[in-house]
């Protein structure tokens, strides 16, 4: 009877202890279940359905002549937009060695003026601005005559890749080669280069009240000669800009 009672007993208690484990048997199960069904990387950045996912704006760039101030420095906005426009195409193309330098002869200031800016364009400094003469034909104190002919002893606009340099009659110089067909493409025929000039100066200004006129270079103070040439040689771009409407509609640069 004993042994019955005892039997019975471990029957009862067998079950007792079956049925208090069931809980955490589910429980594990759903666990279970959960992490096979979960995936961070996908669940985590699932949205909606019929939503689109909201990306933030690209920040952008800050722009070298708002950060420059080159408009307190007399510098045109629609010269530098245009200088800008046409140095990204010409670097685009390859045609740059020297990138980051972008060179802005602004003629639609008077020669009285410091009128040429040179921008290093990576690095957000303006590297010089000084005067710089234009063609003796193209006018007294401003610029506003233009030509590609030779012996015209006028200036010619456009873009520009600097050259190799040399010494002449002018002394330290700098070949330019101009990419305008029609608009300054003979430069080279035309010697048209950078070099220094004795009536390039603020004394010349302070007597004249305008600076010297050259034949057709832009020429810039003796001072400025070699460390300016030397920053900008070799493959760098350099525009010479007027608001001269038949240059701006017929340049294939700025309208593409």
């Not at 007399?74 to 390859?94: P, T, V």
């Amino acid at each position: 009877m004993k042994k019955k009672l005892k039997g019975f007993y471990l029957i009862i208690s067998s079950l007792i202890i079956s049925l208090l484990h069931l809980p955490f048997a589910f429980a594990k199960t759903a666990t279970a279940k959960s992490w096979a069904f979960f995936h961070p990387e996908k669940d985590s950045l699932a949205l909606p359905a019929g939503t689109h996912e909201i990306r933030p704006a690209p920040v952008p760039m800050r722009s070298v002549y708002d950060s420059l101030h080159l408009d307190l420095a007399g510098l045109s906005r629609q010269a530098f937009e245009m200088a800008q426009e046409g140095f990204q195409k010409i670097k685009e193309q390859g045609q740059l060695i020297n990138d980051t330098i972008l060179s802005i002869i602004d003629f639609s200031q008077p020669s009285s003026q410091k009128r040429l800016y040179v921008i290093d364009t990576k690095h957000f400094k303006l590297l010089f601005n000084t005067l710089v003469a234009h063609g003796r034909n193209s006018g007294k104190e401003m610029a506003q005559y233009f030509s590609n002919r030779p012996r015209s002893f006028k200036s010619s606009l456009g873009f520009y890749i600097t050259g190799n340099t040399y010494r002449g009659n002018n002394g330290y110089s700098l070949r330019l080669e101009g990419l305008e067909k029609g608009i300054n493409d003979n430069a080279k025929r035309r010697a048209i280069v950078i070099h220094g000039a004795d009536y390039v100066n603020e004394s010349y200004i302070s007597s004249q009240g305008f600076i010297g006129r050259s034949e057709g270079c832009p020429a810039i103070p003796e001072k400025f000669v070699a460390p300016l040439i030397n920053t900008i040689k070799e493959g760098s771009c350099l525009f010479i800009y007027n608001p001269d409407p038949v240059y701006i509609h017929s340049s294939r640069i700025i309208n593409g």
